[in-house]
């Protein structure tokens, strides 16, 4: 092993004892490897990420089994059995760095693809739906999910006076009170890109798609009070789970699938439906749009170290390779911006360069200097010259057939126009009679801490999902002394 040094490489002699004045100091300026030192540890925190600051992540590999060539031209979906590597990192949203990770919260479930063509990353959640459909409302909605300015403490009636004054939440708040909002660690549930996104073919044709990640684990959940228990006990649950998972050679795995619809799909699915195909808050029914399997990610090797992976890995819904495009839908919209420029921040102005997250591909472009660069393009021109650059017929965008768009420009309110409550009550109506039950207990729970108007508000969505919702969380509420 080399010999001690410090961090520019100059031996230490000794370690463990300070330079001073005499034995007793004081210490002297000029003892640097003290000072150096001490700097360092002082610095050492980045800033946690504003929202999904908990998680773990793993190195794995993507591979391709069912040929998609038709709709796309995305060089990883070439050939059946192509395999791409990738990196996945898992969360929970709402608690600190340091919280319980089986709090029930959704969980984030991100992936990038090392891709020829660059990254292309997938940050979704272990939900097909959100609880806003427009990015506005962001800021104010991961407020209430967060401290009370004033206690400090998490707050029942923060969240429940945000999402009881959004009906267009109740889709995912019924998710997340179901079985499914405590999962049993990270393994064992589904991933979905949950937005709309597009695929492009080689003639340049467009087709709407979902993805969705079906776990080979199988389904499983904590019960309420497993999770609490856990809490406590094993606060780094899923963490341990994957980590020892994977460290004993069991790999997890999940079928990558993804729903299609083409333009006229679409606009006869609303016409029949009346929901808007691009908004986050619904789902597109498998029944409707069935998926089609596409490949198995595998995630089989534990990263190396944690800050320099699972810490500094910035993942962007903006990053999406030659092949595939966006949509219209107004989150993703809002997301294409908020990554990176989070990103900026927490990791600093040149984080693409770290090895977790630098293409795995050849790369060229022109931004130079900043914070911490370790590529600084050498002595290469640093401006692209217009004449000779032009436009290349195998980039992003290039070939994309863009989509039509109309209207004036103005700030739409989509409350009581658009339908918040069929699919939140399709939802319930799948659930088994005691998941039914353990719905009903899990809502009773924070909303018997609630004061009274926001119950009433809450309990009139639920009414209007499915009468037999309202009726069920009532009877729980009553249980816990509360008659509404
Ligand atoms: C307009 C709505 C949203 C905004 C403004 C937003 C913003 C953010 C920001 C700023 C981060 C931290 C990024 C970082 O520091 O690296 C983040 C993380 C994340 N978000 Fe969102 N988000 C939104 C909606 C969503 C939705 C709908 C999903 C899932 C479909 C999602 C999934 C994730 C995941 C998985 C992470 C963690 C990525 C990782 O593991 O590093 N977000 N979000």
Redo the contacts with the bound molecule.
């Keep these: 092993m080399t010999a001690l040094t410090t961090a520019s490489g100059i031996p230490v002699a000794d370690h463990q004892n300070s330079l001073s004045a005499g034995p007793r100091g004081p210490l002297l300026l000029q003892g640097f490897h003290l000072i150096e030192k001490l700097q360092h540890f002082n610095r050492e925190r980045i800033p946690e990420?504003?929202?999904?600051a908990k998680?773990s992540g793993a190195h794995g590999t993507f591979t391709v089994t069912h040929d998609i060539t038709r709709w796309t031209r995305a060089k990883l979906f070439a050939a059946v059995g192509k395999v791409t590597p990738t990196f996945v990192?898992f969360?929970t949203v709402g608690g600190e760095r340091g919280s319980a990770d089986t709090e029930r919260d959704p969980r984030?479930?991100?992936i990038r693809f090392y891709t020829e063509d660059g990254n292309w990353d997938l940050?979704?959640?272990n939900t097909p739906m959100?609880f806003i459909k427009d990015?506005i409302k962001?800021p104010d909605f991961v407020h209430t999910q967060k401290r009370d300015p004033h206690t400090h403490l998490k707050s029942p009636t923060m969240m429940f006076d945000f999402w009881s004054r959004a009906p267009e939440s109740l889709h995912q708040v019924t998710m997340l009170f179901s079985d499914r909002g405590t999962p049993d660690g990270y393994r064992h549930m589904d991933g979905f890109g949950?937005?709309t996104f597009s695929l492009i073919d080689a003639a340049g044709g467009r087709v709407w798609v979902k993805w969705h990640l079906k776990t080979q684990q199988g389904i499983r959940n904590l019960p309420a009070a497993d999770a609490v228990r856990l809490a406590g006990e094993d606060p780094d649950y899923a963490q341990r789970d994957l980590f020892e998972a994977i460290a004993r050679g069991d790999f997890p795995r999940w079928t990558v699938m993804v729903q299609i619809a083409t333009d006229a799909e679409l606009a006869a699915w609303e016409r029949r439906t009346g929901w808007n195909p691009f908004d986050?808050t619904k789902v597109w029914p498998h029944s409707d749009f069935p998926r089609h399997p596409v490949g198995v990610l595998e995630l089989n090797r534990n990263p190396d170290n944690y800050h320099a992976e699972v810490e500094q890995?910035?993942?962007s819904p903006a990053n999406v390779v030659p092949g595939m495009g966006f949509s219209p839908d107004k989150?993703l919209q809002?997301?294409l911006f908020?990554?990176h420029d989070?990103?900026l921040y927490?990791v600093g102005t040149n984080h693409q360069q770290l090895p977790i997250n630098a293409p795995k591909c050849p790369f060229h472009h022109h931004q130079r200097d900043g914070s911490m660069t370790l590529h600084n393009g050498g002595g290469a021109l640093n401006y692209a010259n217009v004449e000779a650059s032009g436009t290349s017929p195998h980039g992003f965008g290039h070939g994309d057939p863009g989509w039509g768009s109309s209207g004036d420009a103005g700030r739409f309110d989509a409350r009581g126009i658009e339908d918040d409550f069929t699919q939140a009550g399709n939802l319930f109506r799948l659930l088994p009679p005691a998941e039914k039950q353990n719905l009903f207990d899990n809502l009773a729970g924070p909303l018997s801490k609630c004061p009274r108007d926001i119950v009433e508000r809450q309990l009139g969505h639920f009414d209007r999902a499915d009468p037999a919702y309202g009726a069920g969380v009532r009877a729980a509420l009553a249980k816990r002394g509360v008659a509404a």
Excluded: K
């Design positions: 990420r504003v929202v999904h998680g990192r969360s984030g479930f991100a940050a979704g959640n959100f990015p962001f949950s937005h986050l890995v910035a993942f989150m809002g997301r908020a990554y989070a990103q927490r």
